[in-house]
């Protein structure tokens, strides 16, 4: 399947979160939800989610759930493309936003921003990937991460492309 083919119009939530005290999550960078963006097909295989992100620069991919307890990354952003199933997510720590999540939904999450898995259906699948090759550094909301985290996410570039539009998609609007 082509790329084109697999992308849709993109409903864009937008959502900026503040430092909760615990999670920084990100004061410049709002967290993108693209409702219905990936125009997956019965017949495709979850490759076509990876590639997409690849052919983007957004590498490292894994597939897998959405951690069950609240998590950042201090040194990178994050996309996670559903490729199956629902979940219930909420983001920007204990007292953040929820958002249920359904296949072909992609979600990019700014570094800082804390997320977590609070249910889901039993074929939940995300491709998850990160730009300039990343290997991204959990966070937990430990009091020792900070300041550290807080240094390291000011220091995180606006990637060069959106991962599912390349260079002229929401990302670069929003970002």
């Known amino acids: 399947m082509s790329d084109k083919k697999l992308i849709n119009k993109a409903k864009v939530d937008v959502t900026l979160l503040e430092d909760d ?36 620069k957004w590498t490292n991919a894994w597939r897998n759930g959405i951690f069950d307890y609240h998590h ?8 996670l493309g559903v490729f199956s199933g629902n979940a219930h997510v909420q983001i920007g720590g204990a007292h953040g936003i929820y958002f249920t999540i359904k296949r072909g939904d992609v979600l990019i999450i700014p570094a800082g921003v804390a997320h977590k898995c609070l249910k889901c259906s039993d074929d939940f699948m995300v491709v998850g990937a990160y730009p300039d090759n990343k290997i991204q550094d959990m966070k937990y909301g430990k009091l020792e991460e900070r300041p550290e985290a807080d240094k390291n996410i000011s220091k995180v570039k606006i990637p060069d ?10 990302l670069k609007h929003h970002w």
């Open 21 to 56: 005290g615990i999670f920084p999550n990100n004061p410049y960078l709002p967290f993108l939800i693209y409702k219905g963006v990936l125009g997956l097909r019965d017949e495709d295989k979850i490759d076509v989610v990876e590639n997409l992100f690849n052919s983007n």
């Open 72 to 79: 950042y990354y201090s040194n990178t952003h994050e996309v």
């Open 161 to 170: 492309t959106d991962p599912v539009f390349g260079e002229n998609g929401p």
